[in-house]
């Protein structure tokens, strides 16, 4: 039986389909099936238009997955947090500062980034919208709570050699948040220990620091008379960039 025009067309489409499919590119095969469903055209284009849409549409779709597999890692609080919607919902924060917060240029800089305000008044929701640009440019990110923060370190230094493990992963993280920092007095202990990982940031990456108390406080939050406070409070507020929330 004679093959019509139209049926060694559909054939060939679904050739192709699955060889995009076979070859690993599903954002081809996504594209090519946009075009035989008539929502691409491609009608009058070259070929070289043609085929550049095709590798935009399979990077697209890479960059995506990427950056949803960095945002599950993430753990963020606020896995779908968005700076648009942060731009929305609080119009005191410029337009100029959402689109530098969107460039997480803090992350190469080594730099501290405080973002302080009352409960309910959206610090936790912006650091993880940081942290989400941050998945989105392929920076590799951690979310934690401080107290969360402070019983891994604990659990892992009673049984020995994690305790190192843990701490390099925390300084090493191109981009770390630490939630609910300075909430509350924080021991001569602590200090000692929160420096093992503040001391190494700079060197390796960005720091987001959510807290409901103002930096101004954070030295007299440490309870110690040592100079290792002033030390500390030096190294995270000395040139940090702090966004205050209302």
């Avoid at 896995?79 to 929305?88: G, K, Q």
Wanted: aromatic share 8%; proline share 3%.
């Amino acid at each position: 039986m004679a093959y019509t025009i139209e049926q060694i067309r559909l054939e060939r489409d679904e050739k192709i389909l699955q060889a995009f499919k076979r070859l690993r590119l599903p954002g081809m095969a996504g594209h090519f099936r946009e075009i035989l469903d008539g929502t691409v055209v491609v009608e009058g284009q070259d070929i070289s238009s043609i085929l550049e849409q095709f590798i935009d549409a399979e990077l697209l779709r890479r960059t995506g997955n990427k950056a949803e597999k960095l945002i599950r890692e993430a753990r963020l609080w606020y896995p779908s947090a968005d700076l648009e919607e942060v731009s929305s919902n609080t119009p005191y924060l410029s337009a100029q500062l959402i689109s530098t917060l969107s460039k997480v240029r803090f992350i190469d800089a080594g730099a501290f980034l405080i973002i302080h305000g009352g409960p309910k008044s959206g610090t936790t929701y912006l650091g993880c919208a940081i942290g989400a640009s941050a998945c989105r440019l392929s920076r590799r990110t951690r979310y934690i709570r401080y107290f969360d923060l402070l019983s891994r370190l604990i659990d892992a230094k009673r049984t020995g050699g994690l305790l190192q493990e843990e701490l390099e992963e925390l300084r090493t993280i191109p981009c770390l948040i630490v939630d609910d920092w300075m909430n509350s007095p924080m021991s001569q202990n602590e200090l000692m220990l929160m420096r093992e990982i503040m001391d190494y940031r700079p060197k390796n990456g960005g720091t987001i620091l959510v807290s409901h108390s103002h930096p101004d406080l954070w030295r007299d939050l440490m309870e110690t008379t040592t100079s290792y406070r002033d030390s500390m409070f030096h190294t995270l507020t000395e040139g940090a960039m702090i966004i205050e929330l209302n």
